[in-house]
């Protein structure tokens, strides 16, 4: 299979939604977006605690740093959503495209009840930057 895994998001306690990276005292407890794996899922990819990651989709691909937890099951992985980098500057629209989930979903299925996109639930493969 060339998605194996499958993508699943959640919100950070530190952050709404895509608000609030500029602050510095929530940039020290979350200075970077957070991917959960699975520790036998990340030995088989030959990730370890605090790599990057490359995410990929049918969609696109992102980066994030791998966080190993056996909260997650081994065919899961849970990505940060909403991320784009203050210390990017303005000329390269704050590098929202290097670690944003958005990038890996897809505007041409939206759900039915809210017309908003599957942020759940996605095919994905994983692999070591």
Not at 49 to 54: F, L, P, R, T
Not at 64 to 76: D, G, S, Y
Not at 96 to 111: A, P, R, V
Request: with cysteine; charged share 25%; proline share 5%.
């Amino acid at each position: 299979l060339r998605y194996p895994l499958v993508l699943t998001s959640s919100k950070s306690r530190y952050y709404l939604h895509s608000s609030y990276r500029w602050i510095e005292r929530l940039r020290k407890h979350r200075p970077h977006p957070k991917t959960e794996i699975h520790p036998e899922t990340a030995a088989t990819y030959g990730i370890q605690e605090g790599d990057e990651v490359i995410i990929e989709t049918e969609r696109g691909e992102i980066v994030q740093t791998a966080h190993l937890t056996e909260r997650m099951h081994p065919k899961v992985i849970n990505a940060a959503y909403g991320w784009w980098f203050p210390e990017g500057g303005a000329e390269s629209q704050y590098d929202w495209e290097k670690s944003n989930f958005n990038i890996l979903t897809s505007m041409e299925k939206l759900g039915k009840e809210f017309g908003t996109p599957n942020l759940k639930g996605i095919g994905c493969s994983i692999r070591r930057k």
